[in-house]
């Protein structure tokens, strides 16, 4: 698997998530199930709707603390521009 930089929400506009992995589909799957207890159980996230794939998992580290730290408008931005209807990329990891 590679290295991925990944942002859940709970619905068009809600909630932010930003995580990093090296094993996308069963990190996402564990959020879904609910089997990750803290943020993203207590609010619902669980929509898949940005992720990018790094060669390393440093570079993958690197862009979450960016992207932590963006402004949420400069957020919103980067998700509208790859995925405009905010629609659960999930499924098509499979």
Not at 39 to 57: A, D, N, P
Not at 64 to 88: A, F, V
Request: charged share 30%; with cysteine.
């Amino acid at each position: 698997m590679q290295p991925c930089v990944y942002i859940l929400t709970n619905k068009k506009n809600g909630t932010l998530y930003i995580g990093v992995t090296s094993d996308l589909p069963r990190r996402v799957a564990q959020h879904r199930s609910g089997s990750i207890a803290g943020f993203t159980s207590r609010y619902g996230v669980k929509r898949l709707v940005f992720f990018e794939q790094h060669e390393r998992m440093e570079g993958a580290i690197q862009r979450e603390r960016q992207l932590k730290e963006w402004r949420r408008g400069w957020k919103i931005r980067l998700i509208r521009e790859s995925n405009p209807g905010w629609r659960d990329l999930f499924p098509e990891l499979f």
